[in-house]
C-alpha cells in the first residue's frame, strides 16, 4: 500500500502519495539512462569508420574499422527496470562475443575465415591489440547524464 502523508504548507493543504512519486523518479531516471545510453551507442557505431583498400585496419589504441557493418550493426542498448540500470554494447553474432572484446580491451579470440582454396571455412586464433569503441564513446558521454536527467524532469513536470 501506498505511503499517504497529509500536511499542510504555507496554509495549502496536501497528500503526499510517495509510490507516485517513486514511480514517477523511476520513469524520469529510466528516460534519462536510455537517452544516454542510445547517445553512447550511436557515439561508438560513429567511431567505426568504413574500411579502404588502403587502410584496411585501424592503429592500434583507435576505434576498429567497418569491413562489413556487422560489428557497428551490432551495437545496442537494453534497460532493465527491475534493477534500474543499462547494458550497451555489442551482442553476440553467430553466438560469438569475443572478437568484440578482443577489439575493445585487446586479447585473443578465435576467428572463423573463408578459404576460397579450401571452399570451406577455417578456424584460427587471432591476437589482437586493443582498439576501444565503447569505452570511449562512454566517457564522452557520460558527462551528459545530468542534462538527460533535468530534461527528462522538467518533461515529466510539464505533463
Do not use: C
Not at 527496470?81 to 572484446?101: H, Q, Y
Not at 570451406?120 to 591489440?129: E, I, L, M, N, T
Not at 564522452?140 to 536527467?149: D, S, T, V
Amino acid at each position: 500500500m501506498a505511503a499517504k502523508t497529509k500536511g499542510s504548507f504555507g496554509g495549502a493543504r496536501f497528500t503526499w502519495d510517495s509510490k507516485l512519486i517513486i514511480d514517477a523518479m523511476g520513469r524520469v531516471q529510466a528516460e534519462a539512462l536510455q537517452k544516454t545510453a542510445s547517445f553512447i551507442a550511436t557515439t561508438a557505431k560513429r567511431s567505426m569508420k568504413k574500411s579502404t583498400k588502403k587502410a584496411r585496419h585501424s592503429k592500434p589504441g583507435t576505434p576498429p574499422k567497418s569491413k562489413t557493418g556487422g560489428l557497428k550493426n551490432s551495437i545496442r542498448f537494453a534497460y532493465d527496470e527491475t534493477t534500474r540500470t543499462v547494458v550497451i554494447g555489442p551482442i553476440k553474432l553467430n553466438g560469438r562475443s569475443e572478437g568484440a572484446k578482443a577489439l575493445e580491451s585487446g586479447g585473443s579470440a578465435t576467428v572463423k575465415t573463408w578459404s576460397k582454396k579450401r571452399k570451406s571455412f577455417q578456424s584460427k586464433v587471432g591476437q589482437y591489440d586493443p582498439r576501444p569503441f565503447m569505452r570511449p564513446a562512454l566517457l564522452k558521454e557520460i558527462q551528459k547524464i545530468p542534462q538527460h536527467l533535468f530534461d527528462a524532469r522538467h518533461k515529466f513536470a510539464n505533463k
